[in-house]
C-alpha cells in the first residue's frame, strides 16, 4: 500500500514537471507571477511590469551573449541575474532565488546557511517595478536578468506578521 502511495506521488511529480516543461514561457505574466506569490508570502504588496526596466534588462542580456558570465550591471536598480548550461525559463530563474528563502532569518535580519540576497530582493517592500529579459548565450546557455525599482531601501524587506503567523 505505501508503494502505491509513493509511485502515485512521484507520477504526479513528474506529470508537473513534464507540464512545467512544455507549458512554462517566459511572459510578462509568468515573471510577475511568481515574484508576486512570493511577496505576498511575507505581506508585501505585488509588483508592477515596467517596459523602461525590461529594455534595461534586454540590453544588458544582449551583452552577455557571447560570455553568458554573471556580472552585475552595477546600474541604479536592484538585479538579480540566473544562468543555465541549457533552456531555462523565466519561471526557474525567480523559482531559482526564491529558493533561497530557507537561509533569511528575518530575527537577526541575515543570511544564515547559504546565499538569500536573491530572495530578498524579489520580495522588498520598497521594489515596486520588475522589468526582466532572457537572452540565449553563443554557448547554448541561458542568461536571464531581472531589474527592480527602486531598488531595495530600509532596514528590513517586510514588516513582520503578527505573531503566530510568521512565514519563518
Known amino acids: 500500500m505505501e508503494l502505491c502511495k509513493i509511485s502515485s506521488v512521484l507520477i504526479s511529480l513528474v506529470a508537473l514537471s513534464l507540464l512545467h516543461s512544455i507549458f512554462a514561457q517566459d511572459s510578462i505574466k ?69 529558493g533561497e528563502k530557507p537561509n533569511y532569518d528575518y530575527n537577526s535580519n541575515s543570511c544564515v546557511g547559504g546565499e538569500c540576497g536573491h530572495y530578498l530582493q524579489v520580495i522588498w517592500n520598497t521594489s515596486t517595478h520588475l522589468g526582466c529579459a532572457k537572452a540565449r548565450c553563443n554557448n547554448g546557455g541561458t542568461w536571464i536578468g531581472c531589474n527592480y525599482n527602486p531598488p531595495p531601501s530600509g532596514d528590513r524587506p517586510y514588516n513582520p506578521p503578527p505573531r503566530g503567523d510568521r512565514p519563518y
Open 30 to 98: 509568468d515573471y510577475l507571477n511568481g515574484h508576486n506569490f512570493a511577496r505576498a508570502a511575507v505581506g508585501n504588496g505585488p509588483m508592477v511590469w515596467d517596459d523602461e526596466l525590461a529594455r534595461f534588462a534586454q540590453d544588458y542580456a544582449a551583452k552577455h551573449t557571447h560570455d553568458c558570465q554573471l556580472v552585475h550591471s552595477g546600474y541604479k536598480y536592484g538585479e538579480n541575474l540566473a544562468m543555465s548550461w541549457g533552456e531555462m525559463f523565466g519561471l526557474d530563474a525567480v523559482s531559482m532565488w526564491v
